[in-house]
């Protein structure tokens, strides 16, 4: 095994989740496209193009990714475009989908007959209990309100466009198309698509896929007309390979063992400390905040601490079923989505390299990273 920190994506589990929603496209009747935003690995792109055939974009980068490396124009939407950015963007987009009506009459003229124009709304329900991540709670600035809304829509705009989930279940959508339908049916009749937004984390184990399936179905009897697109992004790579890491010190204060990493939480897992959520550790367990310290320090417990200078770079607490030694392996579980799209340099750390686990066995490292790729950000 290499010696740097790796993230490793794994060509079988990919595959899984691929098919898995590729099946529950085609039994739907829906497109399901891929939230950049989650995962952008472009050299995976070519695995993704025998499953799905779009992709969604947030910014310009990410629209000239989907027709430079995906190789077809993308579902965009951004909070806000910028009169600099919008030519290009459309150039690469097949949708675009605009935050509030200001925008859109901003640059609507802009857009129209080169990519198909969607609006966001917003159907003040949404069931994300993390604020960091609701995007309908009170002052949002994502999208329009059912109240704001014109009897008819501009001729132009042929979509709708409403993202109110993070890992969520098919229940949770049951819930909120009522909301959505209540607040905004009256309006499809003048569109021809609907996005669903993302958070549809159809390939977790215990969701509700055929449930899924027939929550689609129903919309369809409803609104035949209506073409759907969900854009999920963490179902794509959910659990699909991890963060291998090696110890590199340990350290004791106040009854507390810290093994110091040679990668960071704040650098190269950053949800585990905004959602804040506990990763799995390979062949540890996870320890309640809860435990006496005296039973930590006699157990192989451990506190994981990044290398960078954040005081609050670590996480608690983990128990081995041995010492951990320095050079040893620390993996983390589940590292794909919303890790390598996140990193940053902060400190100068070292990126830890990029890396497929092919079908047949094979590790190909995709990218390592290194002192001129912190300096090349800086020049
Ligand atoms: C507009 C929009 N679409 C899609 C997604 C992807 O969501 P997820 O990765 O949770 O499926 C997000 C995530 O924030 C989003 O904001």
Redesign the pocket.
Known sequence: MMKEPVYIIEETLLRRNLQLIADVAKEADVEIIL?F??FALWKTFPIFREYINST?A?SLSEARLALEEFGAKAHT?SPAYTDEEIDDIVRCSSHLTFNSLSQYERFNDRVEGKASIGLRVNPEYSEVGTML?N?CAPGTRFGVTADKLPETLPANIEGF?C?C???SGADVLERTLVHIEEKFSKWFPQLKWLNL?????MTRKDYDVPHLINILKGLHERYPWLKIIL?????FAWQTGPLVSHVVDIVEDKGIRTAILDVSFTCHMPDCLEMPYMPEVRGAEIVEESSSLQSQTSEYVYRLGGNSCLSGDFMSSWRFDHELKVGEEVIFEDMI??TTVKTCMFNGISHPALAMLHKDGKLEILRHFGYEDYRNRMD
Do not use: D, I, V
């Not at 937004?197 to 984390?201: D, F």
């Not at 854009?231 to 179902?235: D, K, L, R, T």
């Open positions: 939230a935003k989650a969604t947030s939407y991540y995007p466009h993202h989930h993070c890992e937004g993302g958070g549809h984390l854009e999920p992004g963490s179902a989505h919303y």
